[in-house]
């Protein structure tokens, strides 16, 4: 039984709009709360990245073991932890990838970014039915995000990416 009384208890101590989609996948049970109110995805949009990233790896594209320099215009602030590293530092493209998630590190990500292209993420998102999941500008690109790009999802959008995931229909869970 999913926690709805407990949401909406903490729904009601905050403000702003909020987007929710929650399923058990055992039972398919549902509860959601505006899932397909479009909003700036903030950094829900590097888990699409990394999948996109592990479809090229799978594809043959590259290998995950393959070392990356950092491009200096990628070198951003917020959040992560490779802003204060030193710039010379060698890593693979599966390091990258596991800081983008486990630290949600914005270098690592835009360099990600680079690596598969904005399109390609798009198409990938398109492609599993996350219509309205897009991504049209780097991390802390403030002047993109000024001229009206931001990056967007939904409850739903990320709901789906995450079902689809879970049952193992999106990438090979043995890549590494």
Known sequence: MLPTKEIFNIL???????GIYLEDLKSGETFTINPTLVL??????????CITVLVHAEAGYFSLNNII??????????TGVLKE?????????????????????????????DLVGIDS?????K????????LQRK????????????????????G???????????INSTIS
């Open 12 to 18: 009601s101590r905050i403000e702003g709009r909020v």
């Open 40 to 49: 700036p995805s903030a950094s829900t949009i590097k888990i699409p990245i």
């Open 69 to 78: 320099d950092i491009a200096p215009s990628n070198r951003v602030g917020g």
């Open 85 to 113: 590293l030193d710039s010379n530092l060698k890593l693979t493209i599966k390091d990258l990838t596991i800081l983008m998630l486990i630290l949600s590190d914005n270098i690592a990500t835009n360099q990600l970014i």
């Open 121 to 125: 993420v798009n198409t990938f998102c």
């Open 127 to 134: 492609s599993l039915g996350m219509n309205n999941t897009i």
């Open 139 to 158: 991390m802390m690109d403030l002047e993109a995000a000024r001229a009206g790009r931001d990056n967007f999802t939904t409850a739903c959008d990320m």
């Open 160 to 170: 789906l990416l995450l079902k689809l995931l879970a049952q193992g229909r999106v």
